[in-house]
């Protein structure tokens, strides 16, 4: 039921050594410490029953209504936990409904308007239900989403009463506009606690109402989660698997080692990586330390998926610059060994492979890649899943945002903001003509369109 970690491999000949990473341990205890004194919300989001509950009794309305599409609309971390729940728990489910009579589950993170066209054209849309997800309430690609589809249902029911029955407004509970706009028109709401942001909010109803509605197991989610907040405070500090990941990779990263390369061996664990790419670069990639000094600092987290990626990225891994640490992640029992007959006794090609299962080739390639990767002086890192099920994602979630956190303090910068994010959600409001901002869309238009730029047609 444990996670476990394996950093024997991460400390090669170049680099920071074995030695500077235990020297090091006084400053991650004070980083441990620091984030501990004062844990922030989302490391009690295990114990939410509360939250949970009312998930549950959402979906029970949900699925009353017999929908055969769920949809979420949102962007960034209101959409990134839901894909990695669903890559993960229910990898089919985006392109068809299971056989047990739930939804098909469908993450729309986007304002591509011949991808949603595409969508619309693929549904009954009276026949979805849609879960809009913004914690700010001012996201404009949500807020366009909302619109759009919110249009069609209304058209298709022939009531704005109706209509409304088929939306469910996950926010802030008390601030923004979606919050208003839920209270003054009547539908039905969910919170995303407060002091929870984006990126850290998969074990709110951000991911609990889909995960109740598409069956997937919240409970156990939220119990992994929990294990892991438990165990990583009970532990000492030498022993917290979470603040040796996060001080080795800060350790390499100083050291001039800034792309991070997550490393899943599964298809299933593919979006998790991409949940977690979104959650080391946005909390760490910062201009200012937390004291304002300006330091432009930040690890660059890149996704490899073995062993698809073997014949694609590898080469560049294995000779190219040094300056990648990887993190391979492995589940230690597949759900189907996937046995392989061996029909053609003769065939050497086929050698190697009789008698064997794909979990056995799955394993002795991630090994093989790793051995090839370590020979070549790379730092890797192993994290080992028991199963790939919802407890153990739980774990996987808990265990990479206290990572994320204990690296922010390691860093010096606030891993819970964003603003380089915000800048750009500014941008695009001057540039859609918001009121107030059009000293900023005059600037971004000049900037854009001055005589410095270089165009080239072929
Ligand atoms: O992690 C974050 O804070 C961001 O990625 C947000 O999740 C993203 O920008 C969407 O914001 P909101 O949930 O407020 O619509």
């Known amino acids: 039921m444990a996670l476990k970690l394996d950093l024997g491999g991460c400390f090669p000949e170049a680099g920071p050594s074995r030695e500077d990473f235990l020297a090091a341990m006084p400053r991650a205890k004070a980083a441990r410490e620091s984030h501990l004194s004062h844990p922030p919300d989302w490391r009690g989001l295990g114990g939410r029953t509360d939250l949970l509950e009312a998930c549950r009794e959402r979906a029970a309305v949900i699925l009353e209504q017999e929908p ?28 068809w409904a299971p056989a047990d009579g739930r939804p098909r589950v469908v993450v729309l ?32 690609e949500t807020a366009a989403q909302f619109l759009l589809f919110h249009d069609a249902v209304e058209k298709a029911l022939g009531s704005r009463e109706e209509a409304r029955s088929r939306f469910t407004m996950t926010t802030d509970p008390e601030g923004g ?34 995960a109740e509605v598409a069956g997937l197991d919240a409970g156990s989610l939220l119990e992994g989660a929990a294990k892991t907040a438990d165990s990583l405070r009970e532990c000492a500090p030498e022993e917290d698997a979470a603040l040796a990941w996060a001080l ?7 050291a001039g080692r800034p792309l991070h390369v997550h490393f899943p061996y599964g298809h299933r664990l593919r979006l ?24 432009h600092v930040g690890p660059t987290p890149v996704r490899a998926v073995g062993p698809t990626d073997q014949h694609s990225q590898f080469q560049l891994y ?9 993190t ?15 029909p053609f006794a003769d065939i050497p090609a086929f ?21 090839a990767l370590r020979e070549a002086g790379r730092p890797c890192a192993v994290l080992e899943l028991c199963k790939l099920d919802a407890f153990h994602v739980g774990q996987y979630f808990m265990f990479f945002e206290i990572a994320t956190a204990y690296a922010g303090g390691l860093m010096g910068v606030n891993p819970y903001d964003q603003p380089g994010v915000e800048a750009g959600k500014l941008a695009a409001l001057a540039l859609m003509g918001a009121k107030g901002h059009e000293s900023r869309a005059e600037e971004i238009s000049s900037l854009l369109g001055g005589e410095e730029s270089l165009r080239f047609s072929c």
């Open 68 to 95: 055969e599409t769920f949809v979420i609309l949102g962007i960034g971390g209101s959409a990134l936990g839901n894909s990695a729940l669903l890559g993960a728990l229910a990898p089919f489910s985006q392109e």
């Open 272 to 295: 998790l990586a991409d949940w977690f790419l979104q959650l080391w670069a946005e909390s760490l990639g910062k201009k200012e330390d937390a004291d304002g000094k300006v330091v």
């Open 248 to 254: 080795a990779h800060v350790l390499h990263l100083e």
């Open 328 to 342: 391979f992640v492995r589940v230690e029992k597949p759900d189907w060994d996937g046995f392989l007959p061996s």
């Open 177 to 210: 506009h979606l919050r208003a706009l839920a209270e003054e028109q009547g539908f039905a709401t969910l919170p995303i606690p407060s002091e929870v942001g984006g990126r850290f909010s998969v074990l709110t109803p951000v991911g609990l109402l889909m």
């Open 351 to 371: 050698e190697a492979l009789r008698g064997q299962d794909l979990g056995d080739l799955m394993e002795a390639e991630r090994r093989g890649t790793e051995a």
């Open 109 to 140: 993170d986007t304002v591509d308007p011949d991808w949603l066209k595409g969508f619309l054209d693929s549904v009954e849309v009276d026949r979805c239900h849609f879960n809009v997800i913004s914690k700010s309430g001012g996201t404009l």
């Open 318 to 326: 294995m000779e190219g610059p040094d300056d990648k640490v990887f």
